[in-house]
């Protein structure tokens, strides 16, 4: 894999020597600390290999890119009636926008702008403690990884739920509908701690493996997800999975991914790679500046496209 | 390719024994005239080979198809600066609505909502008089398919002019913001006649198979449009190209495709083939019922989800 | 005063022999067990006489007519830099739509939507426990109608904050623009008591006196507020006073009102007279259908329109 | 009536001294011309006398505030049939919106924005001629102001025309949902017409007078309108007159009234008064900075708030 090991060299030395990185979410004051020159990226092989370069062993918090992994276990408990409670249409809104929640009756447009997740979450709660329901996610997480370090940042859980009036409207709304099954601050509980999951880059490309490989897992050999449903859950990747700006990216990367506003991306070419990239300067949309170019790199060189060598 | 012929014929026999058909569209007396029970499907692959099964050589209105062509020519003339003309995000809303031109200042989401495609068919137009313009995209559209028959049912255009309004209120409104060169009435002569061409399926398959082959068409030789364009264009058709269905599209097909309220859709599974599928009847959406239906179970058997095998 | 009361017992006659008398509100257990048959009118005219007619003097839940007494409050403590946080324009949208609130920032568009009058009771609360913001406005409406008697309904208040989703999404939503000096639940606690306080017309139509006297109570000859604030209030229960049936009252009525779901009016003649009407039954728009026809047979008899006898 | 004499000297005087006068309004070349210092005010008293100051023999574009007039005449043709075709709602939305016609299927929500007044238009037209259809509202108009001097500025009503495409796009959007009798160009004749007819605010105070004194035209002894439907217009133009700044207008001034992006108003005080007012200068919503400042002095020095004196 020389090839591959070259190609990621080259792009973090790219990415070192940005001007422009993009701005460090300012919405919790946990994220607002952290350091804009970092950059790392992580590629996991069918075989179980993972190539890395730059800061890909320092964890990060994973934010949105955790709504991928709490989608596959909600599809796993509830099958296709989990679509009766979210959609899986591109929302064309930004991130937190409540309009179309309101014209469509308290069902999100999809599961991965925030208002989705929060209904995924009730589902994973399921008549649990959110207490339990966390530790589930992260065990889950862990799990696929195959390490067991992967941990909450306690910190970045407490600043999420302290400024968490935006998505505590959106659950109050949808609630309001008589869309939910748990108590609001149960549900947010749940999903403010799914965000604040921190992993590295290696350890996020291992766990989105599976994604790659027709729902198999190669590290643990568990197959994850039926093969029908990987390749379901890497379309709505594609179409949903960076906000409002998730044309361009299939535009200019042209692979499934999922982005965080803690700067990472996991991105899927599908037989080929699982690919995690992060660096904490978010574009005007919301998405990793450096991370989305660096995939943009990446997809070209190795000819990754879904669209097309 | 015994086996793509079986599968075909397969499909085919199953189109014709559905009982929902869906409803063919009533905008336009034209339209509305076409028989439910018709279906044709014909794919085109690399080798410039064209397998097809059911009325795959009865011609219809390919509609909003031809905003996949019109984009390519007008990418042609304009490169990337035609994308300060129009957007490349899915727009999440009806396919007619002004909601999002208007909070968006006149700048349609993406080239195929109708917005979109007039605001094309205002460059494609380029100072010339529209029976020029409709000469050139009907020429460019003969050169793909290699077949000088291809025509324009000139009785679909004059009904799509009787019943524009619609159409008649996007250009005005968008003509508002400064954003045309021509005449209203120029801009959408030529949008109504692109509309108003009919192919079979036979030839849809065959003029779309330059975005299956990096941009080459095998059957002239000709590089229509360089390689990474062509991957381009399959993501806009991926993203947007089945209005606010795209995401259901994705979902259940896992191919970039152009819906037309004809009942067609062109689909592109890169590498490997250009599917062209017809059957007039539409979901609620606007998209044809069992050509939907007919492409995901050809790219469930074929293997073609650009999600993974 | 022989004359009003003929015509408030004709008006009553009328009302008891109603065949369609709206639909109850249904959003809160307490208020859905309401006895629709009920109609009652007070008219308070500026010597401080009332004449009544019908069920005058059963105390109703005044819900939202309760947004004029707590806007009068406001704007005694704040002046004018209460219109920082709310506007003063319709909101041409259904009373608890979170659309606009989103175009605009958190501002809500008028003191009498949902929003609006949340953060009233924001900036009623100023720093104090909920418990004596309740106390404030009890006293300040037992004063205005020169009785004591007047009470909240516990019922009803619990009742509001067990169904109490839609609002408290609201405050969240302006909260996560920074608009909020309070916590959410202590803002809520003050909107839901409010909105719990039980009158009856008689009691509703002497509170509501100083906004028909230029702004001075007669009862208790106190000055509540001055004479252009009294005429701007009124302007803003004219223009916004019955949510997106406000055009419908001006054009039927004439004279600026306030209704709330538990069925009751408010309505001011300038000059004139100071009107309560309840009748628990509502229109489509939410606003009580007995108490509408009422009061449009009254402005017309007793020529009290302010658009012209 | 020395008193008001010198009481609109003051005003005008205040006027010539302004240093904030807004701006003239851009959107067509020829209103763009005027001349920003100019002031003009009239009052029209139900015995026929006229009171003025400032450049109040000097014709503007009387625009919208030909809305009035149109509406008025409609009524007598159509009675309240014609509120199936418009809505009597205020917008809450910038005048020339289409977002809220798209929610409402092509019904404006008033007669005053301009998709009502084109509605409106539509209705006035009744099978006949454009030029027929403008003769008659000429024709009205100078009826009402016992004056058959008043003209339509040509250059102005082609400015209108060469410039209407975001009034094209209105007209072509409401006859997309069924709802026109009429060629588009026909009605956008008549509405441009209407909207580039000059008067003087003398002119415009007399044509007014019907609508303070209970439907009849003092001057002429002619019964206009119904009492109720006086009324009922002037409840309109209270809540719908001046576009998105009409709460602004009723709390600042408290009369009905009706503004032109020319920078005319015409305001009613019911019973007392036709007041016309025109300074070119527009504020940010589009209605006469000077204009309304005027109108605001004067109903305050005057009592003549319809909110209590």
Known sequence: MTDLQQVLDEIALDAAMAADRGVVAQYIPELAKVDPRQFGIAVALPDGQVVCAGDAETAFSIQSVSKVFTLSMALGKYGDSLWSRVGREPSGDPFNSIVQ????????????????????????????????????????????ADDDSIRIDERVARSETEHGDRNASLAHFMRSFGRFSHQVDHVLGVYFHQCAIAMTCHQLARAGLFLASQGQNPLTGTQVVPPQRARRINAIMLMCGHYDGSGEFAYRVGLPGKSGVGGGILAIAPGKASIAVWSPGLDTVGNSKLGTAALEQLAKRMEWSVFGA
């Open 101 to 144: 929640l309101e014209q469509e009756k308290g069902r999100p447009r999809n599961p991965f702008i925030n208002a989705g997740a929060i209904a995924i979450a009730d589902l994973v709660l399921s008549g649990h403690q959110p207490r339990e329901a966390i530790g589930e996610i992260v065990r889950f997480i862990r799990h696929l």
